[in-house]
């Protein structure tokens, strides 16, 4: 067995993040690496049925694809759609690329997933956001979406724009 060793530099930037060349899902808070446990199947099949759906309209979308909020901030939508065509080399985006940042609520992301990345999102300039949350029956979801408006203190804020089932966005009504 090999062990490899890697020293994580304190305050880290999303630069030196491509230097690591790390494995696995993390993303960077405010200068600190956050490691994140493999998706759940669920999880990661309602991410790429939304993948799916927006490329079959036409649509340029991936998964987990790093979004640069900062020099010391990466976030890891689950789905970005983006704007138009995009680097597929690239690990690491500009909130201006992306149209739609989806994020797949685990109990363990709620928090992140209702109230700390739409903050970002939205001070970021993303102009949609979507919340997926699981239903008893774990083949579908809710989707709750929101467009890019302001506070009552006119500070970027998103406003609920619609609610749906992923099968029924599926089958195109939604």
Sequence with gaps: MTV???RIPPDLTVD???ELHLDGRYELH???LVIMSPALPWHYDFGWRLVNYFRRRGR???GEVGLKLGESELRVPDVAVFHGPFDRRRTNFKPSD???AIEVVSPSSEIQ???TKPWQYAHAGIP???RVESTEDTDDATIHQFVLGQDADGEPAYRKSGETR?????????
């Design 166 to 174: 992923l099968s029924e966005l599926e089958k195109g009504a939604g």
């Design 60 to 62: 340029h979308a991936n």
């Design 4 to 6: 490899m060793e890697i």
């Design 113 to 115: 997933d209702s109230i």
């Design 30 to 32: 405010e200068g600190n």
């Design 128 to 130: 949609e956001y979507w």
């Design 98 to 100: 992306i149209a739609i």
């Design 16 to 18: 030196d993040l491509d």
